[in-house]
């Protein structure tokens, strides 16, 4: 059962859980492929999921530290 099914005690919690869960989702989809498959394109468009992974990063790294975590840009 995942963050989905059960509500946490706050908000701040809520989300951990929520990322947990995309991150562990992630993972499983990765897992075992190779680095052709990962840049392989599946649509029209430059997305692969290595992009996905790599835009996963950067909104947990810069996103969530600077906008949630109030951690300032230049840090």
């Given at each position: 059962?995942?963050?989905?099914?059960?509500?946490l005690?706050?908000?701040k919690?809520?989300?951990?859980a929520?990322?947990?869960?995309?991150?562990?989702?992630?993972?499983?989809?990765?897992?075992g492929?190779?680095?052709e498959?990962?840049?392989r394109?599946?649509?029209p468009?430059?997305?692969?999921?290595?992009?996905?992974?790599?835009?996963?990063t950067w909104?947990?790294?810069v996103?969530?530290?600077?906008?949630?975590?109030?951690?300032?840009?230049?840090?």
């Amino acid at each position: 059962m995942g963050s989905f099914n059960v509500l946490l005690d706050n908000e701040k919690a809520q989300l951990d859980a929520f990322v947990e869960d995309y991150r562990s989702a992630i993972e499983v989809t990765l897992d075992g492929l190779t680095e052709e498959e990962v840049r392989r394109r599946l649509v029209p468009s430059a997305t692969t999921l290595l992009g996905l992974l790599k835009h996963v990063t950067w909104m947990q790294r810069v996103w969530f530290e600077e906008c949630v975590g109030g951690t300032p840009g230049r840090e």
